[in-house]
């Protein structure tokens, strides 16, 4: 299983933009795999009104979000979405690895914006 960059970058790309940790936090922290493709689903529906909005503060997110292949994103959702729900352990090391990216990424967008 390989959780894509691409789906970390949504995340970095609202952080980067907006400031907002609220997806980040409560991704790396979800009890179950419902809650964790509950709250990807609500940071897309977020990335997808500033897309719309045409309102960047961070030329560097912009950029990013233009890069993003959604396609993939949709596949990492589709893997997030198969795991054992009995299987804690393995929730917790990927929605962890995916916040620690988005993070990592955010950073990086947030010192060349």
Known sequence: MS???????????????????????????APSK???VYYVREALRDLHSLINSQRWENPRAKEEADQINFDRVERSIQELAKLDSKDKKKLREITALISAKALSISASLMKEG
């Open 34 to 36: 419902d809650l964790a």
């Open 3 to 29: 959780f894509d960059r691409d789906l970390a970058k949504v995340l970095a790309i609202l952080i980067a933009e907006e400031g907002n940790y609220t997806y980040v936090d409560k991704l790396g922290y």
